[in-house]
């Protein structure tokens, strides 16, 4: 992926308009790195389908799997462009159901449905169905804390400044000896 991803997350009214906040991701992840086959994660500890792959699988005591994908960026309502703020998130949502699989899936079968074998060794190069997708009937859920941009002048402007103020104030202290005459 290229980055930054703009928009990334937009909320938009039945005329295709943006309302509310448009989020531009400039990183996602990192995720687990650690695969969802390896016999050192525990059960219920965040895993990968492949280690260093963004989206975090972590099975909860109830068997339902939640998948994580963190990212990080730049917010903003657009009625007020000049409004950014920056933000750390993540988007949740919990895997119920996955096609050809009876019950709820574990992170393992998850991994294996895009094709990644569940060696210990598991690296994105060597799944083979990656293109797969599947629909998830809960809902997802998007937390964040934005914190404020601000804006410092670069030093260039706040020399100029400091030079306009004296010679400003030079100006006035010769007008007045000359007034002074």
């Known amino acids: 992926t290229t980055f930054p991803v703009d928009p990334a997350?937009?909320?938009?009214?039945?005329?295709?308009?943006a309302i509310g906040v448009v989020v531009e991701a400039t990183s996602i992840g990192p995720g687990a790195q650690?695969?969802?086959?390896?016999s050192s994660?525990?059960?219920?500890?965040?895993?990968?389908?492949?280690?260093g792959d963004p989206i975090t699988l972590e099975e909860g005591g109830n068997g339902v799997v939640t998948a994580t994908l963190d990212i990080t960026g730049l917010a903003w309502?657009?009625?007020m462009p000049s409004d950014v703020s920056t933000f750390i998130g993540a988007i949740?949502?919990?895997?119920?159901?996955?096609?050809?699989?009876?019950?709820?899936?574990?992170?393992?079968?998850?991994?294996?449905?895009?094709?990644c074998t569940s060696s210990a060794d598991t690296l994105e190069t060597s799944c083979t169905n990656l293109t797969a997708s599947f629909t998830t009937a809960s809902s997802a859920e998007f937390t964040a804390t934005f914190t404020p941009v601000t804006t410092t002048?670069?030093?260039?402007?706040?020399?100029?400044?400091?030079i306009g103020t004296?010679?400003?104030?030079?100006?006035?202290?010769?007008?007045?000896r000359r007034s002074a005459r």
């Open 9 to 17: 997350l937009e909320f938009v009214n039945n005329a295709q308009n």
């Open 34 to 38: 650690t695969n969802c086959s390896t």
């Open 41 to 51: 994660v525990p059960n219920g500890a965040p895993c990968s389908i492949w280690a």
């Open 77 to 79: 309502d657009p009625t």
């Open 92 to 115: 949740t949502t919990q895997i119920t159901s996955l096609p050809g699989i009876t019950g709820t899936p574990t992170p393992l079968q998850i991994q294996e449905y895009f094709g």
């Open 153 to 162: 002048p670069e030093p260039g402007t706040s020399s100029m400044m400091m």
């Open 166 to 176: 004296g010679l400003v104030g030079l100006a006035m202290i010769l007008r007045r």
